[in-house]
């Protein structure tokens, strides 16, 4: 079973400021525990971060027929792309969103997720473990 991880717009930052919302661990260190427990799990994951909503749109495009399912934190897009939903539909894999924090405490212009209704389910507010539950769900389905 192969599963596409994506982050959106400042993932890469990560550890660097907001520990109190994001907690201090970096982006490589969130790979590297997707990672384990993807071992574990036997399955095989690979990694895309980018600020660019575009090239979120053609990497998901290109996991047509090459990935068994998808995770994605669209971070501030969550709030804002209609363009990312719109080919999750399109290429039809389960997906399963995912938010460090749980944006539905927050400011108002985090509670709408446009992505939320074409996922499989989401998990938010679970800080690094959203994404290995998140892998937990696609294996088991
Ligand atoms: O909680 C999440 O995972 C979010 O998707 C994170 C996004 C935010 O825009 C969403 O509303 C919720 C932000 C990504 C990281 O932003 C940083 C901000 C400061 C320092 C480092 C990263």
Redesign the pocket.
Known sequence: MKILVIN????N??????PE??GKGTYAQLTEEISKKADELGVTVEFFQSNHEGDIVDKIQQAYGNFDGIII????Y??TSIAIPDAIKAVGLPTVE??????DI?EDF?KISYVRPVCKATV?GKGFAGYTEALRILKER
Request: glycine residues 8%; hydrophobic residues 35%; proline residues 11%.
């Open positions: 959106g717009p400042n993932i930052m990560l550890g660097i400021r907001e919302i994001y934190n669209p971070a501030a969550t709030h995912v938010h460090i924090s749980d944006p927050r985090r938010k």
